[in-house]
């Protein structure tokens, strides 16, 4: 391993093209080293300590280096690292279905593990589309999804996303999608989205798979916030009109809106359920997508009929990553309804509103369970990049999306955390917006 800070910068300019940066902007700049994680705090080859304000891109739910999933780790490596899940199966990947099946609403009884967001919401697309094939339908095919979406980067999730920034170069590529509008946090405009929809689907249902949707918190599209009781008028409409209900609380879910799932919580059965990010709490790679046993028994023939789902990947129930989320999940049901926990929540809210509401760089404020969207109240093009610049002197990572700050902290923050949270946050907002050469 290379441990000198001056050694490791050749190497990385030299070979590394990182995720959602550009990389010229990148070789030009000091990069910032990360050596070791404990609690909500990482820390650099030099030393310093930065607090995690992204959860390390909205994975992390009980902290770095937590000691009973480090404890679960290494107790599955003792045993095995990997074996493939195609035609065999293991421990840790059965239980961790099990729990899963637990956890969710109780139509979703079979679990497809796959490795990231993205793959989750592609088998269930794919699972809607093939499921309507093989029950005599195959003109099902269209694909209703809200208006600025993201459901990951692969060229089925970017056809159902709506982020022009991020994929308009690829949509000759896309498929055809029928969008609904966002309704307003409020609700006040919740009537005249939904007649929207019902106007559509008089038109298409015949031709629609699948309706998908971000319960609650649009995370990419800068935590935007829909009313809570938006997600349970959806399942009535897609019920109505006979289509599949795809619900990707790839962000939401386990604590990361509040309850453990938007779904449980509100009572809502989908046909296909979407699971990553916090499922390992940012440990290793993982995802799921749970459907109902409908869904699975029209699945189900003789091999030379070729009914069975054709779809696969290589690290598919990983027992590493299945027996870190299943304790994950354990110490999470403990967690989320317990009354410090709760208070945290509420404190995490006051602390937003207070130090923020009347800050003269914020112009809009979205918070919800443990996520805060921060727009700032400027026209300048890369005020974002600068402010979380500023954080990392004060000591903070975070990670903008344009000129929208994200606080997303691991689930575990202490009020005190919380404090520094937001205090170094608007410190480096004021910073920013009082440079006049921004």
């Known amino acids: ?42 820390e650099d080859q030099g030393g310093k300590r930065y607090l995690d304000g992204t959860a390390s891109i909205w994975t992390n739910t009980l902290g770095h280096a937590h000691p009973e999933l480090d404890h679960a780790l290494r107790e599955q490596l003792d045993a095995i690292a990997h074996s493939t899940y195609l035609g065999v199966t293991h421990e840790a990947g059965a239980r961790l279905e099990q729990t899963l099946a637990r956890i969710s609403p109780a139509n979703l009884t079979r679990v497809f593990f796959s490795d ?43 056809s159902v996303g709506g982020s022009h920034l991020f994929h308009e170069r690829f949509h000759h590529w896309f498929f055809p999608v029928d ?43 800068g935590m935007a916030l829909q009313p809570k009781a938006f997600v349970q008028e959806i399942e009535k409409i897609c019920r109505k009109y006979n289509i599949h209900l795809i619900l990707d609380e790839v962000f939401t879910g386990f604590g990361r809106a509040g309850p453990m799932l938007v779904c449980q919580d509100m009572n809502v059965e989908p046909d296909f359920l979407c699971l990553a990010k916090g499922m390992t709490a940012g440990y290793i790679p993982m995802a799921a997508t749970l459907a109902s046993e409908e869904i699975f028994d029209a699945f189900l023939g003789e091999y030379l009929e070729y009914k069975h789902f054709f779809h696969g990947h290589t690290f598919a129930g990983n027992p590493l990553a299945a027996a870190v989320a299943h304790r994950n999940i354990q110490i999470l049901e403990s967690l989320i309804p317990s009354e410090d926990h709760q208070k945290r929540l509420q404190y995490f809210g006051d602390k937003i509103e207070n130090t923020f509401s009347e800050h003269p760089g914020v112009s809009a404020i979205r918070q919800r369970g443990f996520t805060c969207a921060l727009d700032l109240n400027t026209e300048a093009s890369r005020a974002g990049h600068q402010v ?8 903070l990572l975070l990670r903008p999306i344009a000129n929208t700050l994200l606080l997303v902290p691991p689930l575990i923050i202490s009020t005190e955390e919380i404090d520094y949270l937001c205090e170094n946050t608007a410190n480096a907002i004021s910073q920013t917006l009082s440079n006049s050469t921004l």
């Open 1 to 42: 391993m290379l441990s000198q800070p001056q050694t490791f910068r050749p190497y990385d300019g030299s070979a590394a093209w990182h995720p959602f940066t550009q990389m010229q902007e990148f070789l030009e700049t000091p990069p910032i080293v990360i050596k070791r994680g404990e609690g909500c705090w990482l």
């Open 116 to 158: 990231n967001g993205s793959t989750a919401v592609e088998v269930a697309l794919k699972l809607s589309f093939q499921y309507w094939q093989l029950v005599g339908q195959p003109q099902r095919t269209r694909v209703l999804a809200m208006e600025e979406a993201y459901h990951g980067d692969t060229f089925g999730t970017m």
């Open 179 to 221: 969008r609904f509008p966002r309704p307003a946090e409020d609700g006040l405009d919740m009537d005249s989205v939904l007649e929207h929809l019902r106007a559509t689907l008089d038109r298409t249902a015949g031709q629609t798979a699948a309706l998908l949707l971000e319960p609650w918190i649009q995370g990419a599209a």
């Open 388 to 395: 979380a610049l500023h954080a990392r002197n004060h000591g």
